[in-house]
């Protein structure tokens, strides 16, 4: 018998429980990882708490929880090339993540990638959704060196990652805060500016000249206020404003970035380009808090499960 956490009924981090289950094995065409770290997303409980998000999805009941993990390759079965066992990877498998052992074709695009040695098992544990989100919401709008990006949703966990491939890409980066959050976000090369009413005002404060593009990455506050700014509706991303954002602009999620896209990041974080903020971790016991804290939606970075 193995571990998962399982639920059967929709509803808050109440309905998620920790399980004992049969042991998953690898079949042909398929390995087994060993998880070491899960790292959670909004996605997560949305997909636990609400069955239009989750039918979407394909998620049926009863199902597992968690998508992103990271860990190391303990079978390989028939069929299967690249992978050995004792490779670290890490990867996605929608609603099976929180559990000892994860299952997976990795014929698949993006569905396992190897872990550089340089980077922890926890870290890597946070990179599909959210490393996968925030590039297609920078690559949808083009940015590039010389621009000047207002980020909505800068200090959580798919904004830390934008912030930081916008600032790579040469851009300038003006990203929404709490007033708690703005020397964590100063930390990560963006300049804050408090969210709320009024936000295009102090946005001009700061850049007199305005913005060329702009990613909303919490709501539609941050895609109206860069509207008003001026910004053309096809240089503004959102990815939480479901399939008719306001004023055109461009609605995406991590499905629309590139697989190659994780590996670069994996290759940035490796080498200090790119960091990765830890908010906090918990034991696979802890779920339904951990869940909790991530529903909260002021946690500034990841949070993560350890195995």
């Known amino acids: ?173 003006i990203g929404t805060a709490s007033e708690g959050t703005r020397d964590f976000l100063r930390g990560l090369g963006a300049e804050p500016v408090t969210y709320g009413p009024g936000l295009e005002e102090r946005v001009r404060e700061i850049v007199p000249d305005g913005v060329s593009a702009a990613t909303d990455l919490f709501g539609t506050q941050t895609a109206e206020a860069a509207l008003a700014l001026g910004v053309p509706a096809e240089r503004i991303s959102t990815i939480a404003a479901g399939p008719n954002p306001p004023g055109g602009v461009r609605a995406t999620s991590g499905f629309d970035a590139r697989p190659e896209d994780l590996n670069r990041i994996a290759d940035a974080i490796a080498v200090g380009e790119i960091t990765v903020p830890i908010a906090a971790a918990f034991p696979l016991e802890q779920i339904q808090e951990a869940v909790r804290l991530q529903a909260g939606r002021h946690v500034h970075g990841k949070i993560v499960i350890n195995l």
């Open 1 to 173: 018998m193995s571990r998962a956490v399982m639920y059967e009924t929709f509803g808050g981090p109440e309905v998620l429980e920790l399980r004992e289950v049969p042991e998953p094995h690898a079949g042909t065409g398929e390995v087994r990882v060993r998880v070491a770290a899960v790292g959670l997303n909004p996605m997560d409980w949305a997909l636990s708490s609400s069955p239009e998000t989750a039918q979407r999805f394909g998620i049926t009941l009863p199902s597992g929880f968690a998508t992103d993990f990271a860990g190391t390759v303990d079978e390989v079965g028939e069929g299967v090339s690249g992978f050995t066992v004792g490779d670290r990877v890490y990867g996605g498998a929608a609603g099976r993540a929180a559990a000892d052992f994860v299952v997976v074709a990795p014929s698949g695009a993006g569905t396992l990638l190897r872990t550089p040695a340089a980077i922890s098992d926890e870290v890597a544990g946070t990179l599909p959704v959210a490393g996968l989100t925030a590039s297609a919401a920078l690559a949808v709008i083009g940015v590039k060196a010389g621009d000047t990006v207002l980020i909505g949703g800068a200090a959580g966990g798919v904004g830390v990652f934008a912030v930081q491939l916008a600032r790579l890409a040469g851009a300038r980066v």
